[in-house]
């Protein structure tokens, strides 16, 4: 079982549709980041979390530590959105990632 | 905050030959992690750096690895006598101690190995 489960693997959304990627993880961790990883290969840190809520522009990340669970929404969704949707958790200077999500928004 | 940058953006290298992958800038009071991603799969951590040493590594990072700071700006991942399978995307990020402890990532080296 990976440490770090994503849903879902690919996700199609029309332009202005609000979206919700979801994150498990089975390990203790010190934080949480939701990294945006573009078509030609960069990756971006969009948040770090280790408890609550964080909101920037149109992404908002929440995660649950009790429960295991992150979630990043993206509101009124545009097609520059489109990317991997990647998560991944911190503990002792190791981090383990999730397969990511591959979100497609069209115009 | 300065960027990470990566060089060589793309190398190509025969099997068994080393290759070193280089990023800057390195500061003491930063953390510097390396990852990989081969091609279609997921980001898998490397090692992790701190104050001139290995601070966490993953059961990858065995002894065909090794991590320097040769001339204490760049931070360099080392592969000796490389295998195709060591083809991917290197990445290279790193993490100031204070403040957001946002990771901040460098564009890619892209190995391949023929």
């Known amino acids: 079982k990976n440490e770090v489960e994503q849903s879902p693997q690919n996700l199609t959304a029309q332009e202005g549709e609000f979206i919700t990627i979801n994150c498990s993880y089975s390990?203790?961790?010190?934080?949480l980041h939701w990294l945006q990883q573009h078509p030609g290969g960069g990756i971006v840190s969009l948040f770090m979390l280790s408890s609550g809520k964080k909101k920037h522009g149109r992404l908002i990340a929440t995660i649950n530590i009790q429960e295991k669970h992150s979630s990043l929404h993206i509101t009124a969704s545009h097609p520059r959105d489109s990317a991997v949707y990647i998560c991944a958790v911190y503990n002792n200077n190791d981090m383990r990632f999730g397969a990511g999500t591959r979100l497609t928004v069209k115009p | 905050e300065p960027e990470v940058t990566q060089t060589p953006s793309h190398q190509v290298t025969q099997m068994g030959q080393e290759v070193i992958l280089r990023c800057v800038p390195i500061s003491n009071h930063l953390y510097f992690y390396w990852y990989r991603q081969i091609l279609g799969q997921k980001v898998e951590f490397l090692v992790s750096?701190?104050?001139?040493?290995?601070?966490?590594k993953s059961e990858i990072f065995d002894d065909q690895f090794s991590v320097e700071r040769p001339d204490g700006s760049n931070f360099t991942l080392k592969i000796r006598s490389t295998k195709l399978e060591d083809s991917a995307m290197y990445f290279c990020a790193r993490r100031l101690t204070t403040g957001a402890n946002v990771l901040t990532f460098g564009a890619g080296s892209r190995l391949t190995v023929l």
């Open positions: 390990v203790g961790i010190s934080a």
């Open positions: 750096f701190y104050n001139n040493e290995i601070s966490e």
